[in-house]
């Protein structure tokens, strides 16, 4: 089978290596626009049992990224100078390039050489091809080209936010709210290497637009922002990477495939970051589709069962992940809570944990918050 992988982020990586590493024979041809060194952003975040889902198939892989990681238990929030930690919330990081280069190096053992600095400019460049592998983003040239087939649906949160990073090293994954005379500011921050940290910078459109960052520079941008969580940065300065101000799309495809063209990762669905890991969703799609093509006869049949039983998983994730970013959208108004009131809203706020799960997941954040509670209640 001779197959056009567009896009050489982990999604079109992790496909291009696992089809290829099972089946030898075939030929793939992976573009990627970008040069080899590139990548927007800083780490990569993942759940608790990070990567553990590659490990029944694929353990050398988990074997490659695990020692690279960063590791913690408990989730921070600080807010008006106080701080509450919530345990048993555990996640793991690891720098995006340093993820991207250790999927290519496998991607080049198992017999395949990406062709970067080389973008695809209509899809007539890709005649010829038995299968088409759209893992080529947000932007998606592949979705672009064909939005009513695969009935495509692309808006955007009200938030603004830009994503820098910075030497600081935090312990845990961690969310700082500050109030400003001119408006509300949340910063995602975490580390990903031992001594560097992604520190996402979020505000509400009505602060973006009090504090006139639409005319300010990059470089202006980021002095503010280093301004106003200058405690939290405790002396250092943020790095920007592109750092620009963006509102978070969000996309959606009710058709994965079309044709011998199918869509993968950012490219099909999009799960805000405040709730998931989008590089996971693109590395399970890779999965979900490698088996479905290898349990059906033919390429249709094949991208079919991939839709059927892959969107039902992504679409309850991805309403989970809406209802997050709604909560983020006023988190100005939660804000004004006191702080175990606020810690409680905004860890059950995608809606999928309940009293009982927490008491199991977080006992002593639990405990701590029914004191409070009760404290409340008599006062």
Not at 180 to 206: I, K, Q, W
Not at 278 to 290: H, P, S, V
């Amino acid at each position: 089978m001779r197959i056009a992988v567009i896009g050489g982020g982990p999604g079109g990586l992790y496909f291009a290596y696992l089809w290829k590493r099972r089946h030898p024979d075939a030929e793939i041809d992976l573009f990627e626009q970008n040069p080899e060194g590139a990548t927007w952003g800083f780490g990569v975040v993942f759940s608790e049992q990070a990567l553990e889902f590659l490990r029944a198939d694929d353990p050398e892989t988990v074997d490659a990224i695990a020692p690279r990681m960063e590791s913690w238990k408990n989730i921070t929030l600080n807010l008006r100078g106080e701080n509450v930690e919530i345990d048993g919330v555990g996640f793991s990081s690891i720098g995006r390039l340093e993820l991207l280069t250790i999927l290519q190096q496998r991607v080049r053992a198992a017999g395949v050489t990406p062709r970067y600095e080389t973008s695809i400019q209509t899809m007539d460049e890709l005649c010829g091809y038995d299968l088409i592998v759209a893992a080529d983003g947000l932007n998606s040239l592949v979705r672009r080209s064909f939005e009513q087939p695969f009935g495509a649906s692309v808006s955007h949160s009200t938030n603004k936010f830009a994503w820098y990073g910075t030497k600081k090293r935090f312990a845990t994954l961690s969310q700082t709210f500050v109030k400003t005379d001119l408006g509300s500011f949340n910063a995602h921050h975490y580390r990903y290497a031992p001594a560097m940290s992604t520190f996402l910078v979020e505000c509400d459109a009505a602060t973006w637009q009090a504090y006139g960052f639409e005319h300010k520079t990059i470089e202006q941008s980021q002095s503010i922002c280093e301004e106003i969580f200058a405690d939290t940065l405790d002396g250092h300065s943020l790095i920007s990477n592109k750092s620009v101000w963006r509102n978070f799309p969000w996309i959606w495809n009710e058709n994965w495939s079309h044709g011998n063209m199918v869509l993968i990762g950012d490219a099909l669905h999009s799960a805000h970051f405040s709730i998931g890991s989008g590089t996971r969703l693109a590395i399970e799609d890779a999965i979900a589709l490698t088996k479905a093509l290898e349990a059906e006869s033919d390429i249709a049949a094949g991208l079919a069962r991939y839709q059927a039983e892959r969107k039902p998983i992504v679409k309850k994730l991805v309403t989970a992940a809406r209802t997050s970013a709604d909560w983020y959208e006023h988190f100005p108004e939660h804000m004004k809570l006191d702080l175990m009131d606020f810690a409680y809203s905004y860890i059950t706020r995608s809606g999928r944990i309940d009293d009982a799960r927490l008491r199991a997941m977080s006992p002593q954040f639990m405990a701590r918050y029914e004191a409070a509670r009760k404290i409340g209640s008599r006062s």
